[in-house]
């Protein structure tokens, strides 16, 4: 499976963007890129995906390098409520035996 | 509310009992999943059903048993636990289009916590 490295930690202050950086560099021509985030006490929940093109919708952006070697997870306005482990994985378009591997994530701390 | 619901939520178990955790999903998905959450571990995937059944067993002890009996119910049948076993249990469902073999997002539930003495 190929493999993300994100960093352990990052810090922001309330009402200020987020970038959450994933570094990708075995990625293959058909794998999407994945966000997740999991909540203190709560399951993770997904929160956008993507395969070349930029993604936008409610919750984040997903901006995606033209060599799809890494990505950022963009949080426009971060609020109290985004405090929690933001997960970046890889999966192939095509897999019988879905598995979605989650990494030990990056823990994004936001200051009031 | 994510449309995944596991019960219970805590768990306390001997390591001679027998118990079972459930989760059932209220999205019409065709696939679901058990997790493994460790203390300060990543996400370990232990199972997964499709279509009612089992395409992945990723190596777990045989004292946990997975149990699909419909599209709608997932089971954790758990016997002989060790200590080591103490962790969160997540549940999850997506819809898989098997002839395309393309994935949806996963919804998860809240998770069992379990603790095995």
């Known amino acids: 499976d190929a493999k993300t490295t994100q960093p352990n930690s990052m810090e922001s202050n309330e009402e200020e963007p987020v970038h959450l950086p994933c570094n990708h560099s075995?990625?293959?021509?058909?794998?999407?890129i994945h966000w997740y985030r999991q909540l203190p006490s709560q399951g993770p929940e997904y929160v956008i995906h993507g395969l070349t093109s930029n993604v936008n919708n409610r919750m984040a952006s997903l901006a995606i390098a033209e060599d799809r070697k890494s990505s950022t997870l963009i949080l426009h306005r971060a609020t109290l409520r985004d405090a929690a482990v933001y997960y970046c994985?890889?999966?192939?378009?095509?897999?019988?035996?879905?598995?979605?591997?989650f990494g030990s994530g990056t823990r994004l701390l936001v200051r009031p | 509310e994510t449309g995944v619901t596991q019960t219970p939520r805590h768990l306390v178990m001997g390591m001679t009992n027998k118990k079972s955790l459930k989760c059932e999903q209220h999205l019409g998905h065709n696939a679901m999943y058990w997790y493994k959450q460790s203390a300060k571990k990543p996400l370990e995937l232990m199972f997964v059903?499709?279509?009612?059944?089992?395409?992945e067993n990723n190596s777990v002890p045989s004292r946990f048993s997975p149990e699909c009996p419909n599209s709608s119910h997932l089971f954790l049948h758990l016997h002989t636990l060790q200590p080591e076993d103490s962790a969160l249990y997540l549940c999850a469902s997506s819809q898989v289009n098997v002839m395309m073999g393309l994935h949806e997002k996963l919804f998860f539930g809240s998770g069992t916590q379990l603790s095995v003495l």
């Open positions: 059903y499709s279509l009612e059944e089992r395409v």
């Open positions: 075995t990625i293959s021509g058909t794998d999407y």
């Open positions: 994985i890889l999966s192939p378009l095509m897999d019988s035996s879905y598995k979605l591997i």
